[in-house]
């Protein structure tokens, strides 16, 4: 199947000569975490479709079912206006040069203005060839160790989308799960303050007399810092009934 009428709003994720079929599968499912469904196959070693490249695919089949197959590198990108070539290692040609993160975020400008976008990923053994890479607007390099700078096919892709989808979905970088409950009001928190300083005077906590002041403060404090829920709140409440229940005393 050939895609070259665009529909699509993200990037072409451009596979170059890739060599197995679960590698193509798996940047499928990669590109399809992420929301991405455009991939063009130039030249499988392995022939296409391929059997093995559905299985691996796992639930990301419409990416592969909607896949286009070219026969060179120049056919893929034709309708292309700007295009990122992946690479892992200089290669001598003068270009720029961008992390993932703001290759997807000038990716998203360039489409939002109408461009169309493609990104090459080389083959799995040696990568993009210069002359792949000597087709390309910019280049995408990763930080990774540059004792082991060598990424899989699908891992290479997955950097790709991941950022790609970061740029346009707006994420909180942290959020609290309610289970179930809500943060506890200053006034819970007051009245569970007065409840454990009322245990802790019976039992003859504060002592000696010239430090409970501090004493008391110290504890106002950490009920302070703790983010406690409603639920927490009852359930040290409920503590402290029960070890007075225990101790035989009326609560």
């Given at each position: 199947m050939d895609d070259q009428d665009w529909d699509g709003p993200g990037p072409a994720m451009v596979l170059v000569r890739p060599q197995m079929?679960?590698?193509?599968?798996?940047a499928a499912r990669a590109m399809w975490n992420f929301g991405l469904d455009r991939m063009r196959i130039v030249d499988p070693r392995d022939g296409?479709?391929?059997s093995r490249a559905v299985a691996m695919a796992s639930g990301a089949g419409r990416v592969l079912d909607q896949a286009g197959l070219f026969a060179t590198v120049p056919e893929a990108l034709a309708d292309c206006?700007?295009?990122?070539a992946t690479t892992a290692r200089g290669r001598g040609l003068?270009?720029?040069v961008m992390t993932p993160e703001r290759a997807m975020e000038h990716a998203r400008e360039l489409i939002g203005q109408g461009q169309k976008v493609?990104?090459?990923f080389g083959p799995e053994r040696a990568g993009l060839e210069n002359e792949d890479v000597?087709?390309?607007n910019a280049i995408i390099s990763v930080p990774v160790n540059p004792a082991f700078p060598s990424l899989n096919l699908a891992q290479?892709?997955?950097?790709?989308?991941?950022?790609w989808r970061r740029q346009s979905v707006v994420t909180p970088p942290e959020v609290m799960e309610m289970a179930k409950t809500e943060f506890a009001e200053a006034i819970e928190i007051e009245k569970l303050g007065d409840h454990f300083e009322q245990r802790?005077?019976?039992v003859g906590f504060f002592f000696p007399d010239h430090k409970a002041p501090g004493m008391k403060i110290n504890l106002r404090n950490m009920w302070s810092r703790m983010a406690l829920t409603r639920a927490d709140v009852q359930t040290l409440h409920g503590i402290l009934r029960q070890l007075v229940r225990r101790n035989g005393r009326d609560t």
């Open positions: 079929g679960e590698n193509i599968g798996a296409w479709p391929n206006t700007y295009v990122f003068t270009k720029p493609g990104v090459l000597a087709r390309a290479c892709v997955l950097l790709v989308g991941y950022e802790l005077e019976e």
